[in-house]
């Protein structure tokens, strides 16, 4: 007998054989079915599980007490994080009252993922930095309120080889020093958008940070001062100036002295910039592996064409907006062989000759950006398919003299087609996407505005892509049938764009509902739907997280009712035009929590009391709001006061803790709105009683708690609005 | 005739004649213009060169022109060569005078005359124009003075030479050069005068400017042979004693100018005279005088001049603040931050205006001014971080004790079970735990930089060293320590 017949169950395996086996598994699916077999297994899974992304912070604590061997772990989907949470998260996992054995998660973590987390400030950074020893990788890029008391707690951090900071508002020069002699080992550093930052710290970071590979210094108002200091930085691989105002040619000139190991520049839209700057790059890097100059040349001239000529290993180029002759393609293909990716957008000039002389050298073409070259015709496709066999992407917007010709030929040769953006061409047509559909890799397909295809040609499609996770149909002539065909082929459909599509009705919503992985759906003014149409879609596609539906003015509340109660995922919202009552809108705001962004003019139902109260419901938490701007005078100031607050231009000190703490209830009812009369049914004074005791305790009452106990009370909302704050 | 007598008396002269032998020089206007243009071009070239050689030139025309105006400020020789140029000038202005009388009475008389007469007034110009250069060239270095007066005094000596040219600044005379072709001989002459001038006078010229920049504090560069000057020593009460008038001749002190003067009688009939006894009209210093320079009377000091590498002091001010700065106490305190010290009060009352100014602080306690200044300072010095400014420090701490955790921060001990409270509610957190969790474990939530505190929250029994005042700018350089010394009070 072989002992694996004794074993007759597989749950008897030993635990470290089983990490073994799920080790082996490496695609995400398998291993999501292997940890749904069991609790062991799922067990399993957790115990080995290096990388963790939360959708929702309530089960923070308890995953991160399953993982202990978490490497990465990424908030950047539960932006309400903040100090108190990171100290409960800290405090709670180790046992008894000896803090210094702080969860196990922290004792691993390299990676940590903090973007858009606008509540966190320096105390919870700090604990963060100081609890997980080999931090290496931070981001917090988009934490608005982030300063430089954040970047000094972040600067304990020493072992950190890359941070993200992309729009961190308030970090000036200080918090940037903090950092760069805090973290001495930093290899990859992103500045994006920190607009405070001047030459003196970009000077600094450049003298400490010698060791630094990757520096992004994009949209900042630097000077030539910076590049002559980034030159000093001798293991420079990648260098960002995109839209560097102040920048000109002689910075660029310090950059060809300097900067021995670079390889990726990327200076488009630098308005200071001339070709003879880029020539400077070029001259003093040979090496190049990526050069990004779109919109910032009016034209490849000579001059730089001569020295681009001697990037052998060239394998990016963009050069977006500029001027091009024939004979520049001629000698960029004959020279830079190795060109994998090459921008070409609203570049005048292209041609079909040009194309066809550029693709005749490049052979190893992935992606291809023709966007706007609206001269090119079938004959250019042709050269491209015949050529590039490797192509996995082509932009062809706006060109709209390809007719399904081009498009045969290209399905004909570029099988590993993933992504096709034919916008605007015209000549694209059902048959057109009949032989498109044999590009079965194809994920990514943009139809907008192509007047000429039908359910038909989407039917192609629908069953021959089955991989397929974006598709725009903007102004498509499309129709209840082509979505039915498209639910049951395009099943990994993740973004769908509906926009004027104006045949589809309910029933083609309810196709819409079976893609159970659609997370942004953009339907706008599609007359034909009603609340019926709406619920099938929120009903079924749970993973919804971002919903235009601007000018559906026919779903009614019995919709947005469906809406508030099956979308807990959704971030973002458009209902601008639309026919939602007061109720509904509270309802929406107030239990969808996940909700950041939503859009809300021309709600001709709603009045101000609605607005009032279904802000008063979710202005803790969304960060952008967008309302006709009267309202800013008949809505009460505190609203808008924690609208502004929380809004992404985040200025004051105030976390929503904090706020929280302030408040002051007030029932909407004692102002006789318009609700309880409907009702005839003023409050009782129990009523009245249990909510003030309520507010009592203002740490534990969120606005949408709140909220929830308002409809208790007499089955219709109740405002609950932040008066002065109140110091305890 | 007499004047063609005086033409070889220029050594230059005949030289140049033979030169300018050619078919050109038939050509009256052109020969009358070219060597003033070739002076002009020579002029612009050095223009070009050093610029402030230029107005130099300018000047000594000014002076050339109006000869009588020339100053006594020169050696007998320049007065010489300038009257020499000034009959010159004069023998010219007749003949071509005679030319002008007799051109209106015989028209028909032979071209040998006429001829001759050219030559010699072109002879006479040519003579003019090297004494002129040469001249003007030795009365470079002082000539500065003179630069108000450039422009106008260039256009007087174009109208002198009968040919009015456009002023001589700027590339507006490049159009003129190809036709200076013949000229640009006499060009070459000024300009290697003008160097060797210039490279004598050199050093004189740049002393004189220091002394100019120099005139409060003389600290370095002041290189006088001793033994070249007198050396005055004043005592120490003398130099403390709040006199703002000073003898020049013995450096005894006086509240008012007018004691002063009355004491400088004592020192010879020469400042006796109603003059001397009058208020100063800022004449003196016409006839040379000896050079003073100043001892400090402390021994040991190198402005003292018992030492080996002496260096003077040049006036008594500076004596009186090199003395206060170095060897007396600061006894001036500013008012505003309470930490500087000043023994010059001109110096408290320069530091009062940028006090409070100095926002750019580093974490070793040192301020500065100027955020480039801080950020050149932190580049120097391992370690060291731009410190937080205090009023951002506190405001995310502040709110965050009011509330309810208001007391139970204060109980340490209580923290845990403020813990596990919490923990029951996962949503919402009161704001005061993190500070909670920053108390727990004090060594490791400090930076490294901030050993004292460190220290302090290991050994709590240990007096607090440096940090009596909790208010001291030092406090809160501490980074996330802003909370601390109130907690530990308790």
Known sequence: MSPFQSNKNILSLTEDILVRIYEILVSESDRKSFRLVCRDFHRIDSLTRKHLRVLRIEFLPTLLHKCPRLQSLDLSACPRIEDGVVSLLLSRVGPGSNSLSLGNWTRGLKRLVLSRATGLRFSGLEMLARSCPFLESVDVSYCCGIGDREAAALSSAVGLRELKMDKCLRLTDVGLAKIAVGCLKLEKLSLKWCMEITDLGVDLLCKKCVDLKYLDVSYLKVTNESLRSIASLLKLEVLGLMVCPLIDDVGLQFIEHGCPSLKVIDVSRCEGLSSSGLIFVVRGHGDLLELNAGYCLPELSTALLHQIKNLKHLEVIRIDGARISESSFQVISANCKSLVEIGLSKCVGVTNMGVMRLVSGCINLRVLNLTCCRSITDAAISAIADSCRNLVCLKLESCSMITEKGLFQLASFCLLLEEIDLTDCCGVNDRGLEYLSKCSELSCLKLGLCANISDKGLSYISSNCKKIHELDLYRCRIGDDGLDALSTGCKKLRKLNLSYCNEVSDRGLGYIGRLEELSDLEMRALHKITGVGLEAVVAGCKRLADLDMKHCEKVDDSGFLSLSYYSRNLRQINLSYCAISDTALCMVMGNLTRLQEAKLVHLRNVTVEGFELALGACCERVKKVKLLATLRFVLSSEILETLHARGDNHRSWCTAAQLTCCLILRLYYERQPLSCHAHGNPPSTEHRQRTVEMAKFPHYLSSANFFTIGRFIDGRPILVACNQPQVH | ?490
């Open chain 2, 1 to 490: 005739m007499d004047l063609k007598d005086k033409v070889p008396q220029h050594p230059s002269f005949t030289q140049h004649q033979q030169k300018w032998e050619d078919p050109s020089i038939l050509d009256y206007s052109t020969r009358i213009g070219s060597p003033f243009l070739a002076f002009n071009q020579s002029h612009t070239s050095m223009l070009s060169d050093n610029r402030i050689k230029a107005p130099v030139q300018d000047g000594v025309v000014n002076q050339l022109v109006q000869a009588s105006k020339v100053q006594d400020w020169d050696p007998s020789a320049m007065l010489d060569n300038l009257s020499f140029l000034e009959q010159k000038i004069h023998q010219l202005q007749d003949l071509v005078h005679l030319i002008i009388g007799r051109k209106g009475q015989v028209l028909g008389r032979p071209d040998e005359l006429v001829v001759q007469q050219q030559q010699l007034v072109t002879a006479d110009l040519t003579s003019i124009i090297v004494q002129l250069i040469s001249t003007a060239g030795s009365l470079l270095p002082s000539g500065k003075h003179t630069l108000p007066a450039a422009t106008p005094s260039l256009e007087q000596s174009g109208q002198f030479g009968g040919v009015v040219f456009p002023s001589a600044q700027g590339p507006l005379n490049d159009g003129f050069q190809p036709q200076n072709a013949g000229g640009s001989k006499v060009s070459g002459l000024p300009n290697s005068v003008d160097i060797s001038r210039k490279n004598g006078n050199e050093q004189n010229h740049i002393i004189e400017e220091h002394e100019l920049k120099d005139e409060e504090d003389v600290e370095e560069g002041e290189s006088l042979i001793p033994g070249t000057y007198e050396i005055l020593q004043l005592e120490k009460e003398e130099i403390l004693a709040p006199h703002t008038h000073f003898c020049t001749i013995c450096g005894k002190g006086f509240k008012r100018d007018a004691n002063l003067r009355m004491h400088m009688r004592g020192h010879g009939d020469e400042y006796k005279t109603p003059g001397a006894l009058a208020k100063p009209n800022k004449e003196s210093g016409s006839e040379p005088t000896i050079i003073k320079r100043y001892s400090c009377p402390y021994t040991g000091c190198k402005r003292n001049k018992d030492h080996k590498k002496f260096q003077p002091l040049k006036t008594i001010l500076c004596v009186k603040n090199h003395y206060k700065r170095t060897h007396c106490d600061k006894s001036y305190i500013c008012s505003r931050c309470n930490t500087k010290k000043f023994s010059v009060i001109a110096d408290l009352k320069t530091h009062e205006k940028h006090c409070g100014k100095d926002k750019w602080l580093c974490s070793c306690g040192t301020t500065f001014s100027r955020k480039d200044k801080l950020f050149g300072h932190i580049a120097l010095f391992q370690g060291h971080t731009p410190a937080i400014p205090l009023e951002e420090a506190k405001a995310p701490a502040g709110p965050s004790d009011q509330g309810d955790g208001n007391q139970s921060t204060n109980k340490v001990g209580s923290m845990n079970f403020n813990f596990s409270s919490n923990v029951s509610s996962e949503s919402e957190v009161q704001s005061s735990t993190d500070i909670k969790g920053s108390i727990d474990d004090p060594a490791g939530y400090f930076s490294p930089l901030s050993f004292d505190t460190c220290n302090f929250g290991g050994f709590h029994e240990f007096p607090r060293p440096p940090f009596d005042d909790s208010e001291s700018s030092l406090a809160f350089l501490l980074s996330g320590s802003c909370n601390y010394p109130q907690k530990s009070e308790d």
